[in-house]
């Protein structure tokens, strides 16, 4: 079983929000656990949005908008990235990352269709 | 302008070998940990190694222990990944990135690596 495990995929409308899960493996404490999530678009390399362990503890990436938070559900063992009033130009992948076993691991990536 | 600039990719046979380096501008170099995260084409992002600011500490990805090297050069402004025993699911476009613990806030364009025969 992957440490990180997201959805393949994910399609929502303009203005919309989205809600990117990222579910922890079994044994591996999400609320615990500090989650980065990165925005990949085609062709550029991944830029960091934000990092997130609790509502007190959280970083948002530099210039990086508002419309973009993160949050857990301890029930699914999971992180979230919410992305508020969805715009074309959030059409990207979205991986998380975690720190595990002395090593970064990243998550598998969410393909984010606005249409 | 703080960047990162890959080179050394490039086509190499099985078993072989190659040399990636970095090399940073705009920031104090010697001041952060540096890593290197790859991607296979049309696959996500895996870690791959990173290197602590005076090079003491070094963290590998389990597929690459023992066949890569990271290093750095503080007064060259420099990182490199040796990689030996290369093996075609080596294959992927390398970054390097500044690592401000797991925040990779900044990264280099990427240098291709093709294991091929």
């Known amino acids: 079983q992957a440490v990180l495990t997201q959805p393949s995929s994910l399609s929502a409308s303009p203005g919309a929000s989205a809600s990117l899960t990222c579910t922890l493996r079994?044994?591996?404490?999400?609320?615990?656990?500090?989650i980065y999530w990165y925005q990949q678009k085609p062709g550029s390399p991944p830029q960091y949005l934000l990092r997130?362990?609790?509502?007190?503890?959280?970083?948002?990436g530099s210039g990086v908008p508002s419309r973009f938070s993160g949050s857990k559900d301890a029930s699914a063992n999971a992180g979230i990235l919410l992305i508020s009033g969805l715009q074309s130009d959030d059409e990207a992948d979205y991986y998380c990352?975690?720190?595990?076993?002395?090593?970064?691991?990243f998550g598998g990536g969410t393909k984010l269709t606005v249409l | 302008e703080v960047q990162l600039v890959e080179s050394g990719g490039g086509l190499v046979q099985p078993g072989g070998s190659l040399r990636l380096s970095c090399v940073a501008s705009?920031?104090?170099?010697?001041?952060?940990?540096l890593a290197w995260v790859r991607q296979a084409p049309g696959k996500g992002l895996e870690w791959v190694a990173n290197?602590?600011?005076?090079?003491?500490?070094?963290n590998f990805v389990d597929s690459v222990k023992g066949r890569f090297t990271i290093s750095r050069d503080n007064a060259q402004n420099s990182l490199y990944l040796q990689m030996n025993s290369l093996r075609a699911e080596d294959t992927a476009l390398y970054y390097c990135?500044?690592?401000?613990?797991?925040?990779?806030?900044?990264w280099g364009q990427g240098t291709m690596v093709t294991v091929s025969s």
């Open positions: 079994s044994g591996i404490n999400a609320g615990t656990s500090t």
């Open positions: 290197i602590k600011q005076d090079g003491s500490g070094k």
């Open positions: 997130y362990k609790s509502d007190s503890d959280k970083q948002q």
């Open positions: 990352m975690i720190w595990h076993s002395s090593i970064w691991v």
């Open positions: 705009g920031f104090t170099f010697s001041s952060y940990y």
């Open positions: 990135a500044r690592d401000v613990g797991g925040t990779l806030d900044i």
